[in-house]
């Protein structure tokens, strides 16, 4: 029963791994929005912006976007003169949140655009404009159709949170990483490891699911 004490260090590293999911998954929906309503905009600046960040994030490895924004943006700030260095916490939650807000983004915006026609035809009758339109008759259809898709980049972004332990942030990983080095004991380790990581993605998954309904609940209301 040696591996209960590994339980005190891998603790604290899953709360820091729960902390990071949580402030990327929100922010990562922010920037979700952000950049899907962008990207659906007639402004060709801000349509085009959107879609350069898109692609950016999308057609990038996460890994090296971490590794950009902790050790490479720095250096471009020393360039300008101006301090740009990260702590390691707000690295790895601006990485994580705008890769899945990249990936979010087309949620978004093929969610908004699965609207049937004639439910902006039957705006424009109403002589809505098209900020109302999107508020009031887009958005509210759309959102409980992005939920399922947001629970499963959620429960990715979850995954995805191991790599900031390359920037020596205390995550779970980083921590598991800790005391494989120091009894060489990795088949428990990584046994614990990946129980936890599951456990994780479980609770995760069920609080999607409750935000899912809730959202869904909404719907029927406003209906």
């Not at 002589?127 to 959620?154: C, H, K, V, Y």
């Not at 920037?167 to 936890?196: C, H, K, P, W």
């Amino acid at each position: 029963m040696h591996w209960i004490s590994y339980a005190t260090p891998l603790l604290q590293g899953a709360w820091v791994t729960a902390q990071l999911t949580v402030y990327s998954t929100l922010l990562g929906a922010f920037f979700a929005f952000l950049f899907g309503l962008g990207k659906l905009s007639r402004f060709w600046p801000i349509k085009g912006l959107s879609i350069g960040i898109i692609e950016i994030f999308r057609g990038t490895s996460l890994l090296v976007q971490l590794f950009w924004l902790y050790f490479a943006l720095p250096v471009v700030g020393q360039l300008v003169g101006i301090d740009l260095r990260l702590p390691p916490v707000a690295a790895g939650t601006l990485a994580l949140s705008l890769n899945i807000g990249a990936y979010g983004a087309e949620v978004v915006r093929g969610a908004i655009q699965a609207v049937p026609s004639a439910q902006h035809e039957a705006a424009q009758a109403l002589d809505f404009t098209p900020r109302q339109t999107l508020w009031r008759i887009a958005l509210p259809q759309a959102i409980p159709e992005m939920m399922p898709s947001f629970g499963n980049l959620a429960v990715q972004n979850l995954k995805d949170t191991a790599l900031v332990s390359l920037i020596s942030l205390g995550d779970l990983a980083f921590r598991a990483e800790q005391i494989r080095n120091f009894t060489q004991d990795s088949t428990t380790v990584y046994t614990v490891l990946l129980f936890m990581y599951f456990g994780m993605a479980l609770i995760l998954t069920a609080a999607m699911k409750l935000l899912e309904r809730s959202v869904g609940r909404w719907r029927a209301r406003r209906i």
